[in-house]
């Protein structure tokens, strides 16, 4: 079970960080990948951290903004969004894949989301 957080209401330029904490006791076996979706659009790929933490990827739109880490003691990943854009908005998501990462996110389980909007 997947658990978002750190979403708000911010202004452009400036950051903010998610979290996703994970009840999943081998966390550490898991991919996590981050998703949003933005009111009337199908739902993207923001980025993906690998289960070792080697790897992530990250979509062209964001990849010069932003970060994704995970801290497997804590059972928790994080997505570190800079810069931020009003296009930024929308529910982000993030999502647990077994090992290997991907960009398809119907291979993934989800939690809840959290909305972020960013105010020009």
């Known amino acids: 079970q997947l658990e978002d957080s750190g979403g708000g209401l911010v202004q452009a330029g400036a950051s903010l960080r998610l979290s996703c904490a994970a009840s999943?006791?081998?966390?550490?076996?898991?991919?996590i990948g981050w998703f949003r979706q933005a009111p009337g659009k199908e739902r993207e790929f923001v980025g993906f951290?690998?289960?070792?933490?080697?790897?992530?990827n990250f979509a062209d739109s964001v990849k010069d903004r932003f970060t994704i880490s995970r801290d497997n003691d804590k059972n928790t990943a994080y997505l570190q969004m800079n810069r931020l854009k009003p296009e930024d908005t929308a529910i982000y998501y993030c999502?647990?894949?077994?090992?290997?990462?991907?960009?398809?996110?119907?291979?993934?389980?989800w939690g809840q989301g959290t909305q972020v909007t960013v105010s020009s």
């Open positions: 951290i690998g289960w070792r933490a080697i790897n992530t």
């Open positions: 999943e006791r081998t966390f550490s076996s898991y991919s």
């Open positions: 999502a647990a894949k077994y090992y290997r990462p991907s960009r398809d996110p119907g291979e993934y389980d």
